[in-house]
């Protein structure tokens, strides 16, 4: 059994209560902090941590911390960020659901290391379960002297509220989670200034992802260095994936970061292999917005190495041969299961979720949307092909937040790798709208160059 | 400054900007839709794409929005480059994949910003072949037209109308590709500057409804350059016609006046130009026929002129015109035509400006004060883009933090994010709640005397110098002290008063305060709103009000009375009017449209209006601006007023003028009598400037149907009218560069066929105009150190259960009467009524629409109540000179009894 650091007590009964809680050593972490550490020494454990944001950048939890601005006179604010909305990814819905008082117990940790007075729990709107679990779980640890005034007589007060979401995908991009935050249309702002510096209500701000903030109890229980010593080379710590698609057992695991792709398919421990003793066709290994892999390329790196369950191991061959750990939505596809449907079917998630403020992704996430919709239903023509290329390349990059990103690459990387999927849709219509291309023959590990498309 | 690299060319720019002002000032054409001058960047639309390097060796370099991008020195970009060409194309075909097929029957076509910038990118294939998406458009009132199906979402409507100007009614809804911009539901636009959404929407999804009903393309308008006639700011205006029938109203950039943005009174309130009522024919009354030609008129005229003749000028002539009234009359025989009241408060305004206490602000200037005090104005209805400056002055205050985070001014995302719901300290005291108090930081609804005595205390606090207030309640000791430590820490004050609530002791408060403090360089703005388009101008003739009391005693028995464009019993008593015009045997009216005061003429000329006529106007800051005539009109009758008084001043001396006389000498010989126009000739240029030995077009280059359009009537071309009046022509032949700015007849230039091409006219993005912005300023000072003004502090407001005190509340539609001549606008214009607050209310035991008798004077209105709670005890508020509430003499007095 590889070593778990937040679900660690998952399984023991009435864990979501504080009492259960505490008694199984919850809290230590706030007397700890609170009591023997400043602010900047917790800051410091977890700069030493190397723990990387949860969300899907991938961002170190210490380095951004240390960015917050920390002007006279102004409040700061810490943000948790789960607005979790992301097609296969569902690890925070699980943590919130059964161990709430670990987010609770990070939020505090974490509101002291950052001076905040106030912190938010930005929950999806569509969590209406989870909010009403986590509002308990604060009364909970408000009775238990763990918030409000004065916590365990330190002088540190903090006030936590639960905020649901504005019910929009978008509002999980922290900057117009924070629009919606402040009561507004949540809209992505431009970046520059980051929330660091203008954040909510225009003061210093960090947000962070459920897993991240829940992921400094045992960083602070344990040390920094402690913790580092979990997983592989800069992916350090344990990492929630939500796995799911055609795999005999889905679900939310636990693991230590380094672990081999192959094992978490296959082992029994993990997913138990495909379901009804099919082949894997794909894999989408980070939640629906990165890159999808074909089996080979997701099991083995081009050079042939074992790919791990890490940010640097899954990234290997960029977007070449590469994909991202993303927000730990694995999303396993067995030979059964259409590509060009698939991505039209996240086209259309992200069509319907652009926030409609920036041309590329307004525009450009329907009109792709609307290709592979005409490509599934054996309307395509070849020429479109290169032009979900071409409008995709387009996007990506070139919008002011990361969903014209998240919108792009599933397509780009679909057609990349299984580019005679997409041509079997045009050459064989009607055929496709009766059976599966299959298996196909995208073995290919590292497909040539594609044309570049005229402008 | 900095130095960039353009495509490896280096060139010297202003630091602090951004790479797309950058380059738009230098010339170069970069497509662009939710950047505006006026209001920043956010960055959102991508249009404006460039590729930036690192340095002189990066060669991959990455698409960047130049908007987004501040200039600093050493910065290397790419504006021809392949990939940034390509997106820039792209976004166009973006945006291209749900707009319409419509530009020919669009009324935005040929003015098009997005035709423009699809032009100028070059996209002309499109790739997208589905079905567009559609939408139900809005009824959004008599003044705009919506259709939602041409919006390419550049979210400029929204920042305009709820960031800007501070509408509630306009939002975006829904999202991705089916985001909609416009009301929760049907309804009029509530925000008085609605119209400019048509200038300020790059394609036809917000158009002039007006124009709408006698619709022309912007390249068939003749234009002209002209000063808005409806209020004392004058903005500066551009305005069409064709077919002799004047047709739109555009804003036309002046960045001292008013920028980029107009009012709707100013923009929708042209259409009494083609009234049906107005007089077509100089009229006789005891003539059969009446209505006759030039000799008839003459011939009746010439014995009239040679007895006793008195003038009467007008706040709403030009210059030109009551100074050739002057001429014809006599010095001595020129009276304005200004209520009483009106008059002693433009006196004590003039003294103030003379003396050189105070800086006298243009609306540009008001928008960088950082403590606003407004006493007894409601800007928005009485001076409306004041109030949209003031609102900037206030809700730029608190950018100056951004400075210390490094967020550059022109990042208005990032700013409005920053500064949230702080906003500057402002201060209004005024009887009833305005729209600017939702930005206030104090407001006092108290009665206009309160309202001097609070200013008053507030200047003695400043400087206990000025004369103390006595009987001073404590909580208004209090609020005057408040309001002087905000100002007294002000870097930058600003003091906002006017003519509105008829009280002069208010304007002297107001000027008091201004004069306490600061001096030299420390002056604090005083901004004054005054009643009409020339009151200033008018006021500085320094004639005496024919409602004088004294006037009276010289006019004595005139043999003849020249009115000169003013409706007399509008601004008074009936009783009051009648008496003077019965003292004369000849009544001789000029003016452009029929009313009460013709009606008692003996003759009637017809005029032409500020779009038949060429003149000189002084706004509320002393700025001396010119208008210019924008056709000739088919009637030879409507000839401008300046002309038939210069003629008339012949006929009597039996004179000719060896050549004509043109408004340029007029205002020559009005600086050479009055020194204090000194300056006033060099805002009206001379009949013969030519640039390159040419006039200056009124039409563009594109003028079509020249040869055809009155093919009707004679199939040979007429000859096209000749204008010897002013350096522009009636045609399209004439000099094509760059105009001296007060000339601009229209903004337009290659590739930028819409009014986004005002940039090219700009020395820099957002600055002056090239040679400099129109208008010359007049006041230069000649009183200094006399404080007079500032006695004569009001006794203390006591409610008279008897008498009431009247408050005259202006409207933005319907308080001014040309304007409410245009059906939109008198669509638009409130019902009369007498405002009473609640208690008031009980007393008299009536309640909201229950009707009153008003006893004014001896004169019953019956008007239905409206409760404002907020109204101070015993004053009762009617809405300022609406056409049915004319002829009150204010300040007044009255009784309020249940009908």
């Known amino acids: ?455 | 400054m900095a130095v960039i690299y353009i495509d490896n060319v280096p060139y010297e720019v202003k630091a602090g900007k951004n790479l797309l002002e950058a380059c738009l000032s230098l010339g170069f054409d970069l497509p662009y839709f939710c950047w505006h001058p006026a209001m920043g960047s956010v960055g959102a639309c991508r249009q404006c794409a460039v590729k930036l390097f690192k340095d002189d060796q990066d060669t991959k370099g990455r698409l960047v929005m130049s908007c987004m991008e501040s200039v600093r020195d050493n910065l290397y970009c790419s504006i021809e480059d392949t990939t940034a060409k390509a997106f820039r194309s792209q976004v166009i075909e973006w945006l291209m994949t749900n707009h319409p097929h419509d530009c020919a029957v669009c009324d935005e076509g040929g003015s098009c910003h997005l035709q423009d910038m699809t032009v100028m990118t070059g996209h002309a294939y499109r790739r997208f072949n589905y079905k567009k998406r559609t939408y139900n458009n809005q009824y959004l009132g008599p003044l705009i037209n919506h259709e939602m199906n041409r919006c390419i979402q550049c979210y400029r409507c929204v920042r305009f109308y709820k960031d800007y100007a501070g509408g509630k009614d306009l939002d975006v809804f829904a999202a991705h590709n089916n985001v909609y911009f416009g009301r929760a539901t049907d309804g009029v636009l509530e925000n008085e500057f609605s119209g400019n959404l048509a200038e300020v929407c790059p394609t036809g999804v917000f158009t002039d409804k007006t124009l709408k009903e006698h619709y022309t393309r912007k390249w068939d308008l003749t234009m002209a350059p002209s000063i808005c006639q409806h209020c004392s700011l004058g903005c500066n205006i551009i305005a069409g016609e064709r077919y002799g029938e004047l047709r739109q109203i555009t804003n036309r950039y002046n960045g001292d006046v008013n920028g980029y943005f107009i009012c709707d009174r100013g923009r929708f309130g042209y259409e009494y130009v083609n009234s049906l009522n107005r007089i077509q024919h100089p009229l006789i009354r005891s003539h059969v026929p009446e209505a006759v030609n030039r000799e008839t008129l003459f011939d009746h005229l010439k014995p009239l002129l040679s007895g006793k003749v008195i003038g009467v000028g007008s706040p709403r002539a030009s210059l030109e015109s009551n100074f050739a009234l002057r001429q014809l009359v006599g010095e001595n025989q020129f009276f304005s035509g200004v209520p009483e009241t009106t008059a002693e408060m433009m006196e004590i305004i003039l003294s103030v400006f003379n003396t050189g206490d105070v800086r006298i602000p243009s609306m540009k200037e008001t928008e960088e004060a950082d403590v606003v005090l407004i006493l007894g104005e409601d800007l928005n209805n009485s001076a409306p883009r004041l109030a949209l400056s003031v609102r900037q002055a206030v809700r730029n205050n608190p950018v100056e933090v951004a400075n210390t985070i490094n967020i550059p001014a022109w990042h208005d995302a990032a700013l409005r994010e920053l500064v949230q719901s702080e906003k500057g300290d402002c201060f209004i005291a005024y009887p009833v709640i305005t729209k600017l108090d939702e930005l206030a930081s104090g407001t006092y609804y108290i009665s206009p005397d309160e309202i001097a005595r609070l200013g008053y205390a507030i200047a003695n606090f400043l400087d206990p110098q000025a004369s103390a207030v006595p009987d001073l309640q404590g909580n208004m000791q209090g609020h005057a002290v408040l309001i002087g430590n905000s100002l007294q820490k002000a870097k930058n004050p600003l003091i906002v008063t006017g003519v509105s609530l008829q009280n002069p002791s208010i304007i002297k408060a107001a000027a008091a305060i201004a004069a306490a403090l600061g001096e030299g360089d420390r002056k604090a703005m005083l901004a004054v709103v005054v009643p009409d388009c020339n009151s200033m101008g008018l006021a500085m003739m320094n004639a005496p009000s024919i409602l004088n009391s004294t006037a009276l005693s010289t006019i004595g028995s005139p043999d003849t009375l020249i009115i000169l464009e003013n409706d007399l019993f509008s601004i008074s008593q009936e009783a009051q009017i009648s008496e003077i015009l019965d003292r004369s045997t000849n009544i001789i009216v000029l003016d452009h449209l029929h009313n009460p005061t013709s009606a008692r003429a003996d003759i009637v000329i017809p005029v032409g209006t500020f779009s038949e006529a060429d003149g000189t106007l002084v706004n509320n800051e002393g700025r001396a601006q010119a208008y210019f005539q924008v056709y000739m009109p088919k009637n030879e009758n409507l000839r401008e007023s300046w002309r038939w008084l210069s003629d008339l001043k012949n006929l009597r001396d039996g004179t000719t003028d060896a050549n004509n006389v043109t408004p340029h000498d007029l205002i020559r010989q009005l600086a050479d009598k009055m020194p204090q126009f000194t300056g006033a000739d060099q805002a009206m240029p001379t009949a013969d400037l030519r640039i390159k030995d040419q006039k200056i077009p009124r039409e563009p280059h594109r003028y079509s149907g020249r040869t055809a359009m009155n093919a009707n009537l004679d199939v040979s071309e007429p000859k096209p009218p000749s204008d010897p009046d002013t350096p522009l022509s009636f045609t399209m032949e004439g000099y094509k560069g760059l105009q001296p700015a007060p000339l601009n007849s229209f903004f337009w230039s290659p590739g930028w066929n819409s009014n986004q091409s005002v940039h090219k006219y700009q020395m820099e993005v957002g600055g002056a105009l090239y040679g400099g912005n129109p208008g010359v300023r007049l006041f230069n000072h000649i009183n200094p150190g006399d404080r007079s003004y500032m006695n004569g502090i009001p006794p203390r407001f006591k409610p008279d259960k008897e008498n009431w005190e009247m408050l005259p509340l202006p409207h933005l539609f319907g308080s001014e009467a040309l304007s409410s001549l245009s059906k939109g606008i008198a669509e638009l214009s409130p019902q009369p009524y007498v405002a009473i607050n609640s208690m008031d209310a009980e007393s008299l035991n009536v309640d909201e629409g229950s009707i009153l008798q008003v006893i004014i004077e001896g004169v019953q209105y019956e008007l239905p109540v409206k409760i404002k709670p907020e109204l101070p005890a015993r004053t009762a508020g009617l809405p300022y000179n609406l056409q049915e509430l004319t002829g009150i003499k204010w300040p007044a007095h009255g009784q309020l009894v249940k009908g």
Request: glycine share 12%; charged share 25%.
């Open chain 1, 1 to 455: 059994m590889a070593r778990k650091l937040l679900l660690e007590h998952i399984n023991v009964p009435g864990i979501h209560t504080f009492d259960v809680y505490r008694k199984q050593g919850g809290y230590r972490s706030v007397e700890k902090a609170l009591k023997s550490m400043s602010p900047d020494d917790v800051v410091e454990e977890v700069k030493k941590s190397g723990l990387r944001g949860r969300g899907g950048a991938g961002f170190p939890t210490g380095m951004k911390w240390s960015f917050l601005a920390k002007p006279e006179g102004k409040a700061r604010y810490l943000v948790c960020n789960a607005d979790e909305s992301e097609p296969g990814t569902f690890k925070d819905r699980y943590l919130m659901t059964y161990i709430p008082h670990a987010l609770i117990e990070g939020m505090i940790v974490s509101s002291f290391a950052l001076g905040a007075k106030t912190s938010y729990i930005y929950v999806r709107g569509e969590m209406m379960p989870q909010i009403r679990i986590l509002e308990k779980a604060i009364d909970e640890a408000k009775n238990a002297g763990f918030l409000g005034k004065n916590i365990l007589g330190s002088g540190y007060d903090l006030e936590l509220y639960v905020q649901p979401g504005g019910g929009a995908y978008i509002c999980g991009e922290e900057t117009a989670l924070i629009e919606s935050l402040e009561g507004k249309r949540g809209n992505p702002r431009i970046k520059p200034p980051f929330p660091a510096i203008s954040g909510v209500w225009g003061c210093p701000t960090v947000v962070n992802n459920v897993e991240s903030i829940a992921a400094v109890v045992p960083i602070i229980n344990d040390g920094g260095d402690e913790y580092a010593k979990v997983g592989i080379g800069r992916s350090t710590g344990t990492k929630l994936i939500s796995a799911s698609g055609n795999l005999n057992k889905p679900g939310v695991y636990e693991i230590e970061l380094g672990l081999p792709v192959e094992e978490f398919i296959y082992s029994d421990e993990y997913c138990g292999g495909i379901a009804n003793g099919k082949r894997l066709k794909a894999v989408v290994a980070g939640g629906s917005s990165v890159p999808i892999l074909p089996a080979n390329l997701v099991l083995k790196t081009v050079s042939g190495e074992s790919r791990l369950m890490s940010y640097e191991s899954l990234a290997e061959g960029g977007f070449q041969s590469g994909s991202m750990m993303g927000s730990g939505g694995f999303i396993a596809f067995d030979e059964d299961q259409c590509i060009v449907r698939n991505t039209w079917n996240f086209s259309r998630f992200y069509h319907h979720e652009s926030c409609g403020q920036c041309s590329p992704c307004r525009e450009g996430t329907g009109w792709m949307e609307k290709v592979l919709h005409r490509l599934e239903y054996g309307h395509g023509k070849m020429s479109d092909i290169d032009l979900l290329v071409d409008v995709s390349k387009k996007i990506e990059g070139n919008t002011i937040c990361p969903l014209g990103d998240a919108a792009a690459w599933p397509v780009a990387s679909a057609i990349r790798h299984f580019r005679d999927e997409f041509e079997w849709h045009v050459s064989n219509p009607k055929e496709a709208m009766e059976r599966n291309y299959g298996i196909g023959n995208y073995a290919d590990p590292l497909p040539a160059n594609e044309v570049p498309v005229a402008n």
